[in-house]
């Protein structure tokens, strides 16, 4: 039976902890990605707008931290009000949920999902078949990238920590329509940690990663639609209130997406959702925009919608060889959440004004991956930053090549990754002071701290 304390690596006790350390198993799992580069670096990576925005609008570090949150707080209530059916299905810790929340974007590159699908391109362009996915990075940090001991690559944490990460539990499809082409959580170099984690041929999220997947899409729903609202972006009151607005707003959604059934119920039921919002939202026009009124009313809205959208849910299980636990969401909770995430989409993600940011951004990320490809496939040890040398050294060691060859491993195909690596451990400030310095448009500083 596979214990779910048990760690990537067991340097101390059984278990990996250090003697005399009082901590759980699992607090110390949360401890460490708390205090890990690859965490910080979130202040200065994209949520939706570019993290250079501004304390106005969230980036992915205040994004991680809220999510953490809500997912601890998730995790408590059903324990409380469900605990023999949670240690049924094999247990629910918070610190677990709570690590898995933290770290869920970990692997996000600069810039957001553009650098994402940027990076996705280069590398299955230059023979990389998994490509690049923000998920299967995070993985890639937890159990190989981070930095945190020298016996060992990785943040060692336990396989009930690396299994609440798995939000698609598997590696990529070579079929390019199919779902797990698009989303994964595991590339072929790591698939040894993912062996650790889950018993093989296990697809299935665990109740705890359902929880912080669940987490996830509560928080960024809330903030993200509280952010644009005070930008002045999304017209919450026209959507409430004027009938066109709102049927303009559902002919699009059905004509980029027919079948989908959330659109569906909102053409069905208008009113329902325009309540929704009124009830949720309408200032009443008695605040002007961004007084300390309205703030306050906006932050007690989005508190009272967290909890609303924590209370909808319960602990449901599937009865079989190994009963299965699963989170039952209350269908006009879904159905909102859906709505929320789709006017921030509608009015924000796809306004043409990102368009000229995201065309700058790719082309940053597409001139970077090919420099330090070039400089990986060259030897060109001036280039690659210092915390990659140890690695790249290792793929250079002879022996080492040996050994990949004979399990019948590409050492090229492992370039290809480490560059990947290195353009998604960037943060936007350091993705846009080396583009700029390495295409000669700004010279910089010999004393300028070049990494």
């Known amino acids: ?243 066109d607005e709102l049927n303009h707003f559902i002919t699009e959604w059905l004509r980029e997406f027919p079948q989908n059934k959330t659109a569906q119920i909102v053409k069905a039921e208008p009113k329902r959702f325009q309540n929704f919002l009124d009830a949720t939202y309408n200032m009443g026009g008695q605040y002007r925009q961004g007084t300390f009124e309205q703030k306050a009313q906006i932050k007690r809205i989005s508190s009272q919608l967290i909890q609303n959208y924590i209370k909808s849910v319960k602990l449901g299980i599937e009865y079989g060889i190994s009963d299965r636990g699963y989170l039952q969401q209350h269908p006009h909770k879904e159905q909102e959440l859906k709505f929320l995430q789709r006017i921030v989409w509608y009015y924000v993600i796809s306004n043409p004004r990102l368009a000229t940011q995201r065309f700058g951004q790719k082309r940053i990320v597409r001139t970077l991956f090919t420099m330090y490809l070039e400089a990986i496939e060259s030897g060109d040890l001036s280039f690659i930053p210092v915390r990659f040398v140890r690695e790249y050294l290792a793929l250079c060691d002879r022996d080492y090549r040996r050994s990949r060859e004979n399990q019948g491993e590409d050492i090229s195909q492992e370039k290809v990754r480490m560059a990947v690596d290195i353009v998604a451990s960037l943060s936007e400030a350091e993705a846009v002071l080396k583009y700029r310095r390495l295409t000669g448009i700004s010279q910089g500083s010999f004393l300028d701290y070049w990494e």
């Open 1 to 243: 039976m596979w214990s779910r304390e048990e760690r990537q690596y067991n340097p101390f006790d059984g278990q990996g902890n250090k003697p005399g350390d009082r901590r759980r198993s699992f607090q110390i799992d949360r401890d460490r990605i708390l205090y890990c580069s690859a965490f910080r670096r979130l202040a200065q990576v994209t949520q939706v707008v570019t993290a250079q925005e501004g304390h106005v609008f969230h980036n992915r570090l205040t994004h991680s931290l809220k999510v953490g949150q809500v997912a601890k707080r998730l995790a408590e209530r059903l324990l409380e009000l469900q605990p023999e059916m949670a240690n049924q299905i094999g247990g629910i810790d918070p610190d677990v949920v709570e690590a898995a929340a933290l770290s869920h974007d970990l692997g996000h590159p600069p810039f957001g999902h553009t650098a994402e699908e940027e990076l996705d391109k280069c590398a299955v362009k230059h023979g990389l078949k998994d490509g690049f996915e923000g998920n299967a990075q995070s993985f890639r940090i937890l159990t190989k990238l981070a930095i945190h001991r020298i016996d060992y690559y990785g943040l060692n944490l336990t396989r009930a920590t690396l299994n609440a990460v798995l939000k698609y539990p598997w590696l990529r499809s070579s079929k390019r329509n199919s779902r797990k082409w698009r989303k994964y959580s595991v590339y072929n170099l790591d698939q040894e940690a993912f062996n650790f984690a889950r018993p093989p041929g296990d697809e299935t999220q665990t109740i705890e990663a359902s929880i912080m997947d669940y987490a996830d899409d509560i928080t960024y729903s809330v903030h993200d639609l509280e952010d644009f609202y005070l930008a002045g972006l999304i017209p919450l009151e026209l959507l409430a209130t004027d009938r």
